[in-house]
């Protein structure tokens, strides 16, 4: 049984002060953005006034993670699950990847930032898929990091989707049972074209995993903060990375 203190670490292990080097910085970070709402509460102000801070927040984690030289960004955005939110909340939150992107997408061609995205496109609003096509289309030729939005997403039917294409690609004879491992199966995923997260932080002090990239952290690092994500800063981010640094990945080895 994890212990949660552990996850979280002490004050002194979480200190951003600890140092490390660009060796140390992980190469796929994927964060679940958590604690908009409860943020907004404390204040007495609407559920959307949380999500507004928390993109701003985005903002600022995209720079930081490009300066310090993480390759993907993966971030939670919404969930298969979200659906089931008042109807006004989710309304607002399917404005928010339009209203980003307007915003902040010739920053992100500027700094050589690709934009990607997965999860189920069909449920979303036209304004919002366009605005996605658009900065995906835009950013195609920047090589530097991929910031990686899962929207509409849930590892439970994206594993689903991968079983039915497996099977049906065995039907087709291109593809036998004795092919399939671990790696066939991780091409069938959504973050095929990335590597699997080295580092997982999610904020407001909630310890699981919410339907998220359920196979691929597998051997990630978990990071847990009752930082509510409206009060995340690079300062955080820090914490977390060094936090990271210092734990030793044996993979399920006794020496690595």
């Known amino acids: 049984m994890l212990n949660k203190f552990n996850l979280r670490g002490s004050k002194k292990e979480n200190d951003a ?11 796929h970070i994927a964060i679940i953005m958590d604690g908009n709402g409860r943020w907004a509460k404390k204040r007495g102000l609407p559920r959307i006034a949380g999500h507004k801070e928390g993109m701003d927040v985005v903002k600022k984690m995209v720079r930081e993670s490009d300066r310090l030289g993480v390759q993907v960004l993966t ?22 990847p339009e209203q980003f992107l307007t915003s902040y997408l010739e920053e ?29 289309s835009r950013t195609s ?3 530097g990091m991929i910031l990686n939005f899962a929207l509409n ?14 099977i049906s690609d065995v039907q087709a004879d291109q593809l036998t049972v004795n092919d399939i491992d671990e790696s066939i199966i991780s091409s069938y995923l959504l973050t095929k074209q990335y590597p699997d997260p080295d580092l997982l932080i999610r ?26 994500w409206p009060d995340f800063t690079e300062e955080h ?10 734990r030793h990945r044996r993979f399920g080895s006794v020496n690595n």
């Open 17 to 27: 002060s600890h140092l490390f080097d660009s060796t140390q910085i992980p190469s």
């Open 237 to 246: 981010l820090g914490e977390a990375i060094a936090h990271f640094a210092r």
């Open 153 to 166: 997403y849930g590892s439970r039917h994206e594993l689903t989707d991968a079983v039915k294409q497996i």
């Open 75 to 96: 971030l939670y955005a919404f969930s298969t699950e979200n659906w089931k939110r008042p109807k006004t909340e989710v309304d607002f939150l399917m404005k928010l």
């Open 108 to 136: 992100l061609i500027e700094n050589n930032v690709r934009v990607e995205v997965m999860g189920d496109a069909q449920q979303l609003p036209r304004g919002t898929v366009k605005a996605i096509e658009t900065a995906i």
């Open 141 to 143: 030729e920047n090589d």
């Open 203 to 228: 904020t407001s002090g909630e310890i699981r995993l919410s339907n998220f990239l359920l196979w691929q952290l597998a051997y990630t690092e978990l990071w847990f903060t009752d930082v509510l």
